[in-house]
């Protein structure tokens, strides 16, 4: 069993820290068996907003989890307390995944856990986290960074990115998605930004659209139009534009491209086809344009995708799985997909 550490202390965001102890304190060892044992660390009672927090351990016990996650961090203009940041750096040293989320990229980075790295934090404090931290490559425009065995999130709600990107890579896809469906996590989020969660349409509703979503899934090895499209739903392609708009925010072709560079997503965590063949399957036609949109789309391509999402969790033969053994850190980066 993995166990997943909590790191504490007076100051910490309330929202991250609830977050990451629904997604691996909750008991879902009927969705994964074994699932995780998460562990809350602190140098004592410490203050969370309103909340008072009685951990589980000394802070002295984060070098022997696996993964250590470190929650946002509330005074950002304040340095984390020196404790804090010895014991994440020596967690880190000892070989344990250190995730922070939101703010929390602070103590990582006073740790020197960033340092000629890519990294994120909440888009209000990129600025401060780059000046206060030059050496760390401050990207603002992702969800979150995976740089093996250091991973950083933006804001609030993608530190649920973050950690569905973790079960993602410990259980794969399905677990992952399953999880995510339990929380009723949305497929996309207000501002475009589309979780990296499998979930390809919009909930089941009385919407004009909803018998159309289903049709395309599973067509989408076909060249589909939207002339197709506004046929199957018996409509005119503009009230089909219209619709499409009110339900999903977007247009049809922007819609079904997304649909289709999730499958891909999907094929390449799960199986060993060559990029030609889920070219196919997902109606690209061919690697090249494979290739292009998912780059342009999900921000790196489809090889260094399915390395990250495969190669680095997979066991070897008779092995059980092994939960955060990361290898490398190329500073993967994985961009909010359009909606």
């Known amino acids: 069993m993995s166990t997943v550490a909590l790191a504490v202390t007076d100051g910490m965001l309330h929202f991250e820290l ?7 304190g909750t008991d879902l060892t009927h969705v994964a068996d074994p699932w995780y044992s998460l562990v809350v660390c602190g140098p004592g009672a410490v203050r969370a907003g309103r909340f008072r927090l009685e951990p589980d351990h000394g802070l002295d016990r984060l070098p022997h989890a696996d993964t250590v996650i470190v929650p946002g961090w509330a005074d950002v203009d304040v340095d984390p307390p020196a404790d804090l940041v010895d ?19 602070f103590v990582l980075a006073a740790a020197g856990l960033l340092d000629g790295k890519r990294a994120t934090t909440h888009w209000a404090h990129t600025r401060d986290l780059a000046a206060r931290h030059p050496q760390v490559q401050v990207d603002p425009d992702v969800l979150y960074v995976d740089n093996g065995s250091v991973l950083t999130s933006a804001g609030k709600a993608a530190a649920m990115d973050l950690c569905l990107h973790l079960v993602r890579l410990d259980h794969g ?13 949305p497929p996309h989020r207000d501002g475009g930004q589309a979780q990296f969660v499998t979930t390809p349409v919009p909930a089941p509703d009385n919407h004009p659209l909803a018998e159309l979503f289903p049709w395309v899934i599973e067509r989408l090895d076909h060249p589909l139009t939207v002339e197709d499209l506004a046929r199957q739903a018996r409509m005119s392609s503009r009230n089909l534009s219209r619709h499409f708009r009110s339900v999903t925010g977007t247009t049809p072709l922007q819609w079904l491209l997304t649909q289709r560079i999730r499958h ?21 036609g061919t690697a090249t344009t494979l290739r292009r949109h998912f780059n342009r789309t999900v921000g790196v391509p ?6 990250t999402f495969r190669s680095r969790t997979r066991p070897g033969p008779g092995e059980p799985p ?4 990361l290898v490398g850190d190329r500073g993967d980066v994985f961009r909010p997909v359009p909606a």
């Open 302 to 307: 489809p090889d260094t995708y399915r390395r």
């Open 18 to 24: 609830s977050l990451a102890y629904e997604v691996f």
């Open 173 to 185: 896809s399905s677990v992952a998605n399953t999880v995510a469906r339990r929380l009723v996590v």
């Open 264 to 284: 891909a997503q999907e094929l390449l965590e799960t199986t060993d086809d060559g990029i030609d063949a889920i070219a196919e399957a997902t109606g690209m």
């Open 87 to 105: 014991a994440v750096r020596a967690a880190h040293e000892a070989g344990a995944r250190v995730a922070s989320l939101c703010t929390g990229a």
């Open 322 to 325: 092994r939960p955060g053994k």
